[in-house]
């Protein structure tokens, strides 16, 4: 049963194939026996699993099943769950039992479906390859030297290995489509405030969105059509109706507009992974896709930009963990100022504390002008680049990672080579915008994702354009070694 997708599953549900208990003891199973080598899951809810699986078999014997019912899926560890402990990777929050759900939860509990458990992630979401997480490495399945990427590293080496059909992610500068590009799966980063962050533990709120990850472009659309929506709750989720996601994904691609940013085919991309980005490209052009190239002429700032918005923002929303309403709190502090360094000294890792001070000290009175103000006027010329890419073009297309994943401790010790994994991914946040990666090959044994670039509130078209290329290349149906 793990080798279907998740629109498979569910048909087969309908059909009572299966019911959702044997479906989720099967996942449960897989888990049980091979996440030891990957370190996916932080936190496996077997019970509560089964739980759920039940109630979805009586309400699909009732005919009350959804699109969703009784499809296990996994939660990265930053989605508060009701009852379940939410880490967000950290010893921070090693201890803390949320006390409610956070609104993709809440939704996908609606939706029918079965929680497995919590997925490994970079310690509040900071890194590209889950290297920073307190409950150690996740390993790539398709090379166990290598990373998975991150922060949702988790939840990608989790979908790759088969041990869930889909898992939730957040991407803030790359972290959903970075890890599916380094594990051969499918993932897209709605529109800023297409999906609440109610819930979703914050690390850099104008940039962080939640977003749906599976082997197949479907699979995300069905997913997002669960998490999408207005959400009183998130004073930036955007009120406008959420689209059937499922509906336009055959449709024709003949006359789409492609534009190819000469920006993210020069120095830097791996010239393996430029050739297998040029065959995808040309594989659309089989289907009737126009390339066009374009310029995004301010994109080598993006990487500059956003590591002084998002620490700035992450200073501030990490100021919380102060180890006096919850998590982490040092052992007999003297008095609150020993609590407090304490506490935080002790709770946060070593990226998150590197974050903490580049914003505080990019936020203070001195330098607020020069540092924060400078990059957020920044961030708008990166964003009108796009807004006039859009004029020209109805996607754009390039790598969503300048090399295949790296071997696990190979860029420990360099964050700013660390940083440049995701130079194709972060603009994107920074102007908002909906991206999506899709499989499209291997250097060696290693996975190559394409980035695939839309306009504002555009996820149909591209679940569409990639639902397309999925149905003419196999590349997201490979299973890696060892997890067939
Ligand atoms: N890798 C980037 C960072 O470390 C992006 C992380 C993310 O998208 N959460 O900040």
Redesign the pocket.
């Known amino acids: 049963m793990h080798d279907k997708t998740i629109a498979q599953l569910a048909a087969g549900l309908k059909a009572r194939e299966y019911s959702s208990e044997e479906l989720t003891r099967a996942y449960l199973e897989r888990i049980a026996r091979l996440d030891p080598q990957l370190n996916s899951f932080i936190t496996v809810t077997p019970e509560l699993a089964l739980a759920q699986a039940r109630a979805a078999d009586r309400l699909i014997a009732e005919g009350k099943a959804g699109p969703l019912t009784g499809v296990p899926l996994a939660q990265k560890d930053i989605f508060c769950t009701d009852g379940v402990r939410t880490s967000c990777g950290s010893k921070m929050l090693d201890n803390f039992t949320a006390p409610y759900d956070a609104t993709v939860v809440t939704r996908f509990k609606a939706a029918g479906t079965v929680m497995l458990g919590k997925t490994n992630m970079?310690e509040f979401?900071?890194?590209?390859s889950n290297e920073t997480s307190y409950y150690g490495p996740v390993k790539n399945p398709w090379d166990l030297a290598a990373v998975p990427g991150?922060?949702s590293g988790g939840s990608a080496a989790a979908v790759a290995a088969r041990l869930a059909p889909g898992a939730t992610g957040?991407?803030?500068?790359?972290?959903i489509r970075?890890p599916a590009a380094l594990c051969g799966i499918t993932g897209i980063k709605p529109t800023y405030g297409r999906v609440s962050r109610y819930g979703m533990i914050a690390?850099a709120s104008s940039l962080d969105q939640g977003g749906p990850m599976a082997t197949t472009a479907e699979d995300c659309a069905l997913m997002l059509g669960a998490m999408a929506g207005f959400d009183p709750r998130d004073s930036t989720s955007v009120d406008r109706p959420v689209p059937d996601y499922t509906a336009n994904l055959n449709a024709d691609l003949k006359g789409l507009r492609i534009g190819l940013p000469k920006e993210f085919f020069g120095e830097g991309l791996d010239p393996e992974v430029a050739k297998v980005i040029d065959a995808a490209v040309a594989e659309y052009k089989q289907l009737g896709a126009e390339v066009v190239e374009i310029s995004l002429p301010n994109s080598a700032l993006a990487v500059p930009t956003y590591y002084v918005v998002?620490p700035a923002e992450c200073s501030s929303n990490l100021s919380r963990f102060d180890g006096v309403r919850f998590g982490h709190r040092c052992e007999n502090p003297k008095n609150l100022e020993d609590l407090y360094k304490r506490s935080r000294g002790e709770g946060f890792g070593t990226e998150v504390k590197r974050r903490i001070m580049i914003g505080t000290y990019a936020l203070s009175a001195g330098y607020y002008d020069a540092y924060y103000l400078k990059a957020q006027k920044l961030r708008r010329l990166i964003a009108d680049d796009f807004k006039r890419a859009f004029e020209q073009v109805d996607v754009i297309m390039g790598p969503t990672s300048p090399t295949v994943a790296f071997n696990i401790g190979e860029k420990t010790d360099d964050p700013v080579t660390m940083?440049l994994s995701?130079i194709y991914t972060i603009a994107v946040n920074l102007a908002g915008l909906p991206g999506m990666s899709v499989p499209a090959g291997f250097v060696g044994n290693r996975p190559v994702g394409l980035q695939i670039i839309g306009n504002l509130f555009d996820e149909a078209r591209l679940l569409n354009v990639a639902h397309k290329y999925q149905q003419v290349t196999d590349w997201h149906t490979r299973v890696p070694h060892g997890f067939e």
């Open positions: 970079d979401a900071m890194g590209s991150g922060s957040t991407d803030t500068g790359g972290s970075q690390f998002a940083y995701d």
